[in-house]
Structures are given as C-alpha cells and as structure tokens.
C-alpha cells in the first residue's frame, strides 16, 4: 500500500471518528453545538499535510458537518467554511511545524472555523444575536475544548502512525 493510499485511508479513519464526535455533542445554544469534527479534521492536517489530503479531509468534514448540523443556514456554513479554514490551517501548521505548537493551532483553527461559519451563517440565515457574543459563547470555549482534545489525542495518533507506518 503506498503512501497516498494510506495517509487517505488514516484521513478517512479520523473523519469517521470526527462524525461520531459531532453526532453525540448535543447541542449547546440555539442549536449549534461545537464541532469536534474540526479537531479530526485538523489531526488529519497535521499527519499528513498535503494539499491533496486538506481538500479530501476538509470536503468530507464539510458535507459531514452540513448534514448533521441543527443550526438554520449551518449547512451552507459549513460548506463554505471548511475548505477555508483547512488551508488556513494547513499553512499555519507549515509555518509553525517545528516549534510543534498543535495545541494552540487548534485553538487558533477553531476559533477561525467559529468566525467564519458564523459569519456565513449570519447572511445566509441571520442569526439571534450578536456575533461576537455567539463567539463568547460558543467559539471559545469550544476552542479550549478542541485545544484540550488535541493535547491528548496528538500525541496518541503521531505515535500510533509512525509505527503503523501509516504516515511519511
């Protein structure tokens, strides 16, 4: 199995492991619940960082989230949002990869995944309140969860794909 093959599969692993994820978050306020999708999406990034693996992880997390979201115009968001947000992402990671700071990448990455989904949402469907007290609300403290999660689980899967051989 070459590489491509395996670092897809290993992305695949990971969406699917995002989906359960934001299946049994319920949802926090009006609808919208932290998307810990984004967190396997991110770790998808970070073990295998091409272009190729960002635009398949960040489609499938896309329409992954955009089918299961509750929020009115989360579905558009959420299409719109991931891509942008991956690439992001994915240059911030490249920018910082040896000082290795994921947690925080993380943490940056949520919060521009929440400002932007929440910002396409505002125009697709308006939303019932403030943007920035939806971000107080929900982007940050999801960040710091998302943050938490990666501290955790980073370390775990580098491990696991260098010995599996699963990642260049």
Do not use: C, W
Request: net charge positive.
């Amino acid at each position: 199995m070459n590489t491509n093959t395996k670092s897809l599969a290993l992305t695949s692993v990971l969406i699917a492991l995002g989906y359960v994820f934001h299946t049994v978050v319920p949802p926090l306020f009006f609808g919208m619940k932290p998307d810990l999708l984004l967190v396997m999406m991110f770790l998808a990034i970070m073990l295998s960082p091409t272009k190729q693996n960002v635009i398949i992880a960040s489609m499938a997390a896309g329409v992954i989230s955009a089918l299961t979201t509750g929020m009115a115009g989360g579905q558009i968001a959420n299409i719109v949002e991931k891509p942008i947000t991956a690439f992001i992402f994915l240059a911030l990671f490249l920018l910082a990869k040896k000082v290795k700071v994921n947690v925080l990448l993380t943490v940056v990455g949520t919060i521009i995944s929440g400002t932007l989904f929440l910002m396409v949402a505002m125009i697709v469907a308006g939303l019932p309140g403030t943007l920035l007290s939806f971000i107080g609300m929900i982007v940050v403290p999801t960040s710091i969860v998302s943050g938490l999660i990666m501290f955790f689980i980073y370390p775990i899967a580098e491990r696991l794909s260098k010995r599996s051989n699963l990642t260049a």
